[in-house]
């Protein structure tokens, strides 16, 4: 009965920008830790963000400065805003949920495609 959907992702031009949500149901989600993955091809699957309960975050270095990611527990919902975007921004972007009380549950959504070229 969980389900973690995203949703937003697109083509985009260099310097574009583009918000990406990600809508979580079956869980607690207030107490879930939400974050957004990426892999590129050929790639291994790298963090790019997360999002405590409390609303403390962490960036990758790559990313810092241009994404930012917030929740709205109210909709179950994750958002990682993507500004000055970059060729090598160029992935699957995936939104995953882990409960931050169990350590245990782990959620993965299904991805969606974000491409960054001219």
């Known amino acids: 009965q969980v389900q973690v959907v995203e949703s937003g992702g697109g083509l985009v031009q260099p310097g574009g920008s583009l918000r990406l949500s990600c809508a979580a149901s079956g869980i607690s989600f207030s107490i879930y830790t939400m974050a957004w993955y990426r892999q590129a091809p050929g790639k291994q699957r790298e963090l790019v963000a997360v999002?405590?309960?409390?609303?403390?975050?962490n960036y990758a270095d790559s990313v810092k400065g241009r994404f930012t990611i917030s929740r709205d527990n109210a909709k179950n919902t994750v958002y990682l805003q993507m500004n000055g975007l970059k060729p090598e921004d160029t992935a699957v972007y995936y939104c995953?949920?882990?409960?931050?009380?169990?350590?245990?549950?782990?959620?993965w959504g299904q991805g969606t495609q974000v491409t960054v070229s001219s």
């Open positions: 995953n949920a882990r409960n931050s009380v169990s350590l245990k549950s782990d959620y």
């Open positions: 999002i405590f309960r409390g609303g403390t975050t």
